[in-house]
Antibody, heavy 118, light 110 residues
């Protein structure tokens, strides 16, 4: 059974870069036609899709965020990562990683809370 | 303001049936599959329905869903206390070119 686990800094200062990692266990992220996604949940529970990356490295970002995002995949470590540049308070959220294919986002991590504050 | 409109709350008594609506547009629900997610308190979202009306393994058949035109709905019958959760619809939006979620509906079992 595939399991996802996010890790992150917890607290980031405004204008800095937020870095998150999602470790995939239970199967190789290269198996199957899955995209590996980041979704965040803002205070007040609104869900916002951030983007995805395939094990091949091909990625696609939410157009509203793409200028500040970089995603990468490291199949040797079976993990993928997200960087968000120039963070503001609006980036404060719980960040989830999730596996997705046409059958839905069927595996989610437990989420990691990120607060942007000086 | 979410692209997909859901009622903020819904409620029902144990054993009864409740439905949750999800209203979109011709750039999202009308042409793309709808997914539903359940989020229990202090937990991550969990896939409840995929491709409009399909249940993943482990989701009971008292959970059903449908899509028609620019709207979709989720129905839960035989309500139980453990159904108390937030429910979100989601789909791809062709205009925004992104996955979009509804604002969520908090289901209370009275």
């Amino acid at each position: 059974q595939v399991h996802l686990q996010e890790s992150g800094p917890g607290l980031v200062k405004p204008s800095q870069t937020l870095s998150l990692t999602c470790i995939v266990s239970g199967d190789s992220m290269s198996n199957g036609d899955y995209s590996w996604n980041w979704i965040r949940q803002h205070p007040g529970k609104v869900l916002e899709w951030i983007g995805y990356i395939y094990a091949s490295g091909s990625s696609y970002y939410n157009p509203s965020l793409k200028d500040r995002l970089t995603m990468s995949a490291d199949t040797s470590k079976n993990q993928f990562s997200l960087k968000v540049r120039s963070v503001t308070a609006a980036d404060t959220a719980v960040y989830y990683c999730a596996r997705n294919n046409s059958y839905g986002m069927d595996v989610w991590g437990q989420g990691t809370t990120v607060a942007v504050s000086s | 303001q979410s692209v997909l409109a859901q009622p903020p709350s819904a409620s029902g008594t144990p054993g009864h049936r409740v439905t949750i609506s999800c209203s979109g547009s011709n750039s999202n629900i009308e042409h793309n599959d709808v997914y539903w997610y359940q989020q229990l308190p202090l937990a991550a979202p969990k896939l409840l329905i995929y491709k409009n009306n399909q249940r993943p393994s482990g989701v009971p058949d008292r959970v059903s869903a449908s899509r028609s035109g620019t709207s979709a709905s989720l129905a839960i019958s035989g309500l139980r206390s453990e159904d108390e959760a937030d429910y979100y619809c989601a789909t791809w939006d062709d205009s925004l070119r992104t996955w979009v979620f509804g604002g969520g509906t908090r289901l209370t079992v009275l």
